[in-house]
């Protein structure tokens, strides 16, 4: 199954537990479009924030976050890993 990196741009000031309730709330759901969120790492201070998966479709993965109310920025398919 492909794996996908995405990027959120606007979490200014989250914090470890903030990112950990919005992995949560993946999780919570990842099942319903056959999604597996592997790992999820943030800056405060720029907003940034990465989420690495495995799923289907990156379609399928935008709709995991639209529907927990963190939607991302940017999803890539990372084909080739090292």
């Known amino acids: 199954m ?3 990196m995405d990027v959120h741009r606007n ?3 989250i914090t470890s537990e903030q990112l ?3 992995h949560n709330a993946d999780l919570a759901i990842q099942d319903e479009e056959r ?3 592997k790992q ?3 800056d405060p201070e720029s907003g940034m924030v990465f989420c690495l998966s495995e ?4 379609d ?12 991302a ?3 890539y398919e990372v084909p080739v890993q090292a």
Not at 60 to 71: C, F, L, M
């Open 2 to 4: 492909p794996e996908f």
């Open 11 to 13: 979490m200014k000031g």
């Open 20 to 22: 950990l309730e919005a």
């Open 35 to 37: 999604v597996n969120f």
């Open 40 to 42: 999820a790492w943030g």
């Open 55 to 58: 799923g289907p479709s990156a």
């Open 60 to 71: 399928a993965v935008k709709r995991i976050h639209e529907r927990t109310g963190h939607p």
């Open 73 to 75: 920025d940017e999803i």
